[in-house]
């Protein structure tokens, strides 16, 4: 759509942590910043401020395997100031409160039946405040595909907007600016699945390396947990991890080492879902539809 003033129409988005963080380590470490100039262009970008403190805890975990010094401290500085530049597209929750009251968030978190007060419960909340302040669509990108799947009736009842992922917006950004090429968007897409495959392989590895150095007796009462994760992470399949996480959690006290390495890999974890599909299947199809050109381009 293009507006009165000739600019194209720019359709609202609220960014979750992680994807925030993927499209930051996708973009590379670089000062070029291709990937978040290109959102700039094409969306008005919002953030909540619990997302942005999440980004910024969250956002060395990726880099345990770094081992020289001056190089993690390079990435490091470089991965900072890109969180820092999301910053400015902050709604804070005083403002939303403003306008919409001081019970809004307790409304939100009643209806749409979350318990958490995550990043993800304030997204939500914040997409629902922006359609409403607007009286327009919100797209909510977010990689937490359990968080997805219980929001996506509470967005869908209120008429929000969408919630997609970062395969989504990636692949948006490709048709719509004709800077964007095919091999950009196959590189990126290439990226993230290894992002993503890195870590279900470090987790696997965690995971039976716990099992080999640990004595049967002392690993009995979580071995079938273990057994049931490490045969998941190596069939990539993603169903059930967080429960079988909670079950070795309940047994912390005698194996505190393991539940806090499993805390380093909520990315990994999130990749949970109830459809037969998963987030690595969904961007290995894409790169299959771009080769066989499905992903049409116009400009």
């Given at each position: 759509m293009?507006?009165?003033d000739?600019s194209?129409?720019k359709p609202?988005?609220?960014?979750?942590?992680c994807?925030i963080?993927?499209?930051?380590y996708?973009d590379?470490?670089?000062?070029?910043?291709?990937l978040?100039?290109k959102?700039?262009d094409?969306?008005?970008?919002?953030?909540s401020?619990?997302?942005?403190?999440e980004?910024?805890d969250?956002?060395?975990?990726?880099l345990?395997?770094?081992?020289?010094i001056g190089?993690l401290?390079?990435?490091?500085?470089?991965?900072?100031r890109k969180v820092?530049?999301?910053?400015k597209?902050?709604k804070?929750?005083?403002?939303?409160?403003?306008s919409?009251?001081?019970?809004f968030?307790?409304?939100?978190?009643?209806r749409s039946?979350?318990?958490?007060?995550?990043?993800?419960?304030?997204?939500?909340?914040?997409?629902?405040?922006l359609?409403?302040?607007?009286s327009?669509?919100?797209i909510?990108?977010?990689?937490?595909?359990?968080?997805?799947?219980?929001?996506a009736?509470?967005?869908?009842?209120?008429?929000i907007?969408?919630?997609e992922?970062?395969i989504d917006?990636?692949?948006?950004?490709?048709?719509?600016?004709?800077d964007?090429?095919?091999?950009d968007?196959?590189h990126?897409?290439?990226?993230l699945?290894s992002q993503?495959?890195?870590?279900?392989?470090d987790?696997?590895?965690?995971?039976?390396k716990?099992k080999?150095?640990?004595?049967?007796?002392?690993?009995k009462?979580i071995?079938?947990?273990?057994?049931?994760?490490?045969h998941k992470?190596?069939?990539?399949?993603?169903s059930?991890l967080?429960g079988l996480?909670?079950?070795?959690?309940?047994?912390?006290?005698?194996?505190?080492?393991?539940c806090?390495k499993?805390t380093?890999?909520?990315d990994v974890f999130?990749?949970?879902?109830?459809?037969?599909?998963?987030?690595l299947?969904?961007?290995?199809?894409?790169?299959e539809?771009?080769?066989?050109?499905?992903?049409?381009?116009f400009?």
């Amino acid at each position: 759509m293009i507006l009165s003033d000739g600019s194209k129409f720019k359709p609202t988005c609220v960014l979750d942590a992680c994807t925030i963080i993927n499209l930051i380590y996708i973009d590379g470490e670089s000062e070029n910043d291709f990937l978040i100039k290109k959102l700039e262009d094409h969306y008005r970008i919002n953030v909540s401020e619990k997302v942005i403190k999440e980004a910024s805890d969250n956002r060395f975990l990726r880099l345990k395997k770094l081992n020289k010094i001056g190089a993690l401290n390079n990435v490091e500085k470089e991965i900072g100031r890109k969180v820092a530049h999301f910053r400015k597209f902050i709604k804070s929750n005083e403002d939303v409160s403003k306008s919409f009251g001081n019970d809004f968030f307790r409304t939100v978190k009643r209806r749409s039946d979350y318990g958490k007060e995550n990043g993800e419960f304030y997204s939500v909340a914040l997409s629902l405040y922006l359609s409403r302040l607007d009286s327009s669509h919100v797209i909510f990108y977010t990689d937490d595909k359990p968080a997805e799947e219980h929001f996506a009736s509470f967005f869908r009842n209120q008429q929000i907007g969408k919630i997609e992922d970062s395969i989504d917006l990636l692949v948006f950004l490709y048709w719509r600016d004709p800077d964007f090429e095919k091999r950009d968007l196959e590189h990126l897409l290439s990226e993230l699945h290894s992002q993503y495959a890195t870590r279900v392989d470090d987790l696997l590895t965690v995971v039976r390396k716990y099992k080999e150095q640990q004595a049967y007796g002392r690993i009995k009462k979580i071995k079938n947990f273990l057994d049931g994760m490490e045969h998941k992470l190596d069939k990539l399949d993603f169903s059930g991890l967080k429960g079988l996480r909670e079950s070795i959690r309940q047994h912390r006290r005698n194996h505190s080492e393991l539940c806090n390495k499993l805390t380093e890999y909520e990315d990994v974890f999130e990749l949970e879902t109830n459809s037969k599909s998963n987030f690595l299947t969904k961007i290995r199809e894409t790169l299959e539809n771009l080769k066989e050109d499905r992903i049409y381009k116009f400009n």
